[in-house]
């Protein structure tokens, strides 16, 4: 099983529609948790980082953690074409230079 | 957020050459960073964390004596392949850790004929 699971999609939705993309993780000793969006031939760019279960919200963008359920999302309202990228969760544990679990990615297209 | 800083973005090269990739922060200290591989349409793949100072430590599969990792000082690391092989062609990519967030490099895509 791995650690962090995400569906890879595709998944095509319309401009202005909201878009909601889940991660599940298995391990416990996960205390961070991050959503990457990367676009094609380029890194991942940090879009949302978390620590403790709840939501946060950046501009058009929320991030909810469920560590009871071990459940990660990101939300994005009036989604816009520039938004068509591969989103990438990610965990790590709380340990300085533990590394990152990465889901596979879900590759969002929005359609004008 | 902070800065690495990934150079080339790309290369091509011959086989049996030599590629050096340079991954730098150019705004915090990283003792640790990571090198990955990414293939087309594939997750990012961990091939080696890279320590200030020490020794890297390597994945299961991964070749340390093909693909050298250097971490000379807290803002830089380098990946070198060595002997390329056609089948080393991919899409590189560095991070570094700032506190507890993980910023990535833009990638290298290695192309090797």
């Known amino acids: 099983q791995k650690e962090v699971e995400q569906d890879p999609g595709p998944l095509s939705v319309p401009e202005g529609a909201i878009v909601s993309l889940n991660c599940t993780y298995s391990?416990?000793?996960?205390?961070?948790f991050m959503w990457y969006r990367q676009y094609s031939r380029k890194g991942p760019e940090l879009l949302m980082y978390?620590?403790?279960?709840g939501n946060k919200e950046d501009g058009r963008f929320t991030a909810q953690v469920d560590k009871s359920s071990k459940y990660i999302s990101l939300f994005i309202r009036d989604s816009q074409p520039s938004d068509s990228a591969t989103y990438l969760c990610a965990s790590h544990k709380e340990t300085s230079g533990s590394r990152l679990t990465f889901g596979e990615g879900t590759q969002l297209t929005v359609n004008p | 957020g902070a800065v690495v800083s990934q150079h080339p973005s790309w290369v091509i090269c011959k086989s049996g050459t030599s590629v050096k990739i340079e991954c730098r922060s150019l705004d915090f200290q990283a003792t640790t960073m990571f090198w990955y591989r990414q293939f087309p349409k594939q997750s990012l793949m961990l091939m080696a964390t890279?320590?200030?100072?020490?020794?890297?430590?390597?994945e299961q599969g991964v070749e340390k004596d093909k693909f050298l990792i250097n971490h000379a000082s807290l803002t830089l690391s380098t990946l070198t392949v060595t002997s390329a092989h056609p089948e080393d062609s991919s899409f590189y990519i560095c991070?570094?850790?700032?506190?507890?967030?993980?910023?990535f490099g833009q990638g290298t895509r290695l192309t090797v004929v």
């Open positions: 978390t620590y403790s279960s």
């Open positions: 391990n416990s000793a996960f205390q961070y």
């Open positions: 991070s570094a850790r700032d506190m507890a967030e993980a910023f």
């Open positions: 890279s320590n200030e100072g020490s020794k890297a430590t390597y």
